[in-house]
């Protein structure tokens, strides 16, 4: 059975900082290029960046470019997402996806709240 659990979320001030893990089970990672995604409260499902299998290429939403880095351990087959100067605004569920700006999202996802 493929998973991918989601972990890391939090409460944070603006300003922040927090990370993200997507530890994946059922399927190998390193063959696929892996996504995140979010939803924010009453909103639909956004993408926010991927990551190339090889980790070569990274690419991000303008909103979270600059200050959201996307990262893989092929050997953990985990995914990370590193998010500095958090914004009110990054306030979701995060969510990683398989595939190159997937939102094929399989796990619970992980909270993110931004507040003071």
């Known amino acids: 059975e493929v998973q991918l659990v989601e972990s890391g979320g939090g409460l944070v001030q603006p300003g922040g900082s927090l990370r993200l893990s997507c530890a994946a089970s059922g399927f190998t990672i390193s063959r696929s290029a892996m996504s995140w995604a979010r939803q924010a409260p009453g909103k639909g499902l956004e993408w926010v960046s991927s990551?190339?299998?090889?980790?070569?290429?990274?690419t991000y939403a303008d909103s979270v470019k600059g200050r959201f880095t996307i990262s893989r351990d092929n050997a953990k087959n985990t995914l990370y997402l590193n998010m500095d100067n958090l914004k009110s605004e990054d306030t979701a569920m995060y969510y990683c996806a398989e595939g190159w700006h997937s939102t094929r999202i399989r796990g619970q996802g992980t909270q993110v709240t931004v507040s003071s």
């Open positions: 990551i190339s299998s090889s980790s070569a290429i990274t």
